[in-house]
């Protein structure tokens, strides 16, 4: 049938099948699956057991079938494998070492340094590869890249067939002794028709087992059982604080000085600070030994080390100070100078006695006679500026401005006591000169002032300037000055020889000393009230009532030439005031004004207000017989000559 098209006809059918169904591999067996048995094809039973003899079996082994028609066929060539698909990742390794000389070492010559070969047979590439080896000191890693090498002059290159157990290869100027190679690779070279050389052992370097014996016969030392890391949890922040003295009397110009000696629990270190005091003459530097651990004696070390080397570690310096080396009443050499330690804290004192069993802590006294050192007097006040000022100027070569009560000032700022004072003087001229004193209370300083007097022949004015006055027959030293407490109604003040008495004062001041009700006796405070009540009452019955003025006809003209002399200086300089002044009085908008409108403007002028005054200005203003006076009046009386 072979060569016959698959076309119906062609094919014969099996006489001997009866079942068409799907084959299965799996039947179900109490609801598990389970695989089926082959069968014989032939009914459909399974085979049990082998049904052919043993020379069947043998037949069968070694029957050559043959074509019944033609001829046999001859077998197809192989495939064509490349080299780059058979010989893919097969690499053979050998093992070798090369020696590497060692220049200006006198415990070496040479090395023997371990590589390992690689040769590829993909592409016939070698590389070379020299095992890292930890803290060796040197480059190592791969040597030569993977490269095809050149063998001799003639362009040859290295081959598998070149090397071997035992030979020596030399890879750019470099020999490698070849000492074994893997199993992969003797097998290879087995099959290959290469008798592989017996292999040999790895050289030693001389140097690494001069290093191993001596390493042999090293000692090493127990750790001891002190942990630092539980000192730190225990002891950190924990100092203990020795007062100390460093006595140098014994040199020239030495003297004793105070220390402090702080010992840290943590790290056993120390540290000396200085004490300084005030106007002690000394710089302000903190630290005389600064925080490190301090050795017992320093010079002690051996006679073969260098005598020029400063710093020193822990193998020269045999003892350093421990808080055993610190006692009451004990002298401490440190660095050449010796501290006497006199006393300590609370905290160091509970340590020696927990650790030491040390009860008794008795202190020392080393404090020395301090010479008296002559106090500096104070001049006597010489009257030259204030008090303060001539004080600083004896307290420092500098002198410098007085300290001031900021909170006073701020607190009493633009607060003023005004009063009313007639001088009492054995002068008549002087006698009852009226004046006005303003007492400040943020610097206690006071001023006062002399209103005018026409015809008193007294210039008025600025009689006292601000300043601190003082209390007759008080200490020139330590003056005691005038205070708020010192002015009430009907007091003396006697201000540098000039007698004054209160006898009235603003309402301001009443309203201070009820404010401050504790600073004041009450009988001041009500005295002040009866007498400033009295005083408006007073006023209040002039302002109300008819003020009558015995004058003479001619006076009483001369007056009102003056108040119309006046308004008239206004209306040259500025026409516009006498219309503003008429019409601020014209509250009701009726066009005229009356006698009060024109008291109250006279007064705002500070002219005569009599009734006299004010009815002869308005008998010349209109001849209205209710008094009242019209802007056009107003204007012609004040313009007219």
Known sequence: MEGLPFLPGNSFRDPTKNKYHRSHSLNYKNGYSIPTLPTSGIGGEPIMYNQLSEQELDELANFNPTLTYGQAKQAPPEDFVPAHKAWDKKVLRFNAYFKQTVHESPAEYFRVRPVDIYYYLED??????????ENSGMPQGKLIKRQ?????????????????????VTFYGKVF?????????????????????PSEEMPTDPYIEKRKDAAALRTYQTPSAFDKTKQFLEMDRKVLRFYCVWDDRD??????????IHYYLVDDTLEVREVHTANDGR???????????????????????????????????????????FKLGTTVPIYGRKFLIY????????FYYHHFGQT????????????????MEIPPYNHFGSLEDSLQSCLSLIPQPPKKDFIKMLENDHKVLRFEAIMDSVRPEDNGRRFIICYRLADDMMTIYEPPVRNSGIIGGKFLERTRVAKPNSAPDQPTFYGPQDFYIGAVVDIFKHRFVIVSADEYVLKYMEDHKSQFPETTIQTLRDHLSQSKAQKDMIKGGPMKVRRSPGDLDILVKQVRAQLKKIAITDKTRVDEMFLRYNKDRSGFIDAANMRNLCRSLQLPVDDDVIAALIAQCTSDPEGKISLEDFRRFVESS
């Open 360 to 375: 008794e802590f008795n202190s020392m006294d080393v404090n020395e006679k301090v010479k008296q050192l002559p106090k």
């Open 124 to 133: 016939d590439s070698i590389s070379v590869v020299e095992p890292h080896v």
């Open 148 to 168: 095809r090498l050149p063998k001799n002059d003639q362009g040859d290159n290295w081959h598998w067939k070149d090397i071997n157990n035992g030979n020596n």
């Open 343 to 350: 006393d300590c804290d609370n905290f160091t004192k509970a």
């Open 283 to 325: 710089d302000p530097f903190p630290v005389l030994i600064g925080r490190h651990k301090v050795p017992k004696n320093r010079y002690n070390v051996e006679s073969s080390f260098p005598a020029v080397v400063m710093e020193l570690s822990d193998n020269e310096i045999k003892e350093y100070y421990t808080p055993k080396d």
């Open 251 to 260: 040199n020239m110009f030495g003297e004793m000085r105070p220390y402090v």
């Open 177 to 197: 002794h070849i000492v074994n190679c893997d199993q992969f690779t003797k097998n290879f070279l087995e099959s290959e028709g290469l008798e592989v050389n």
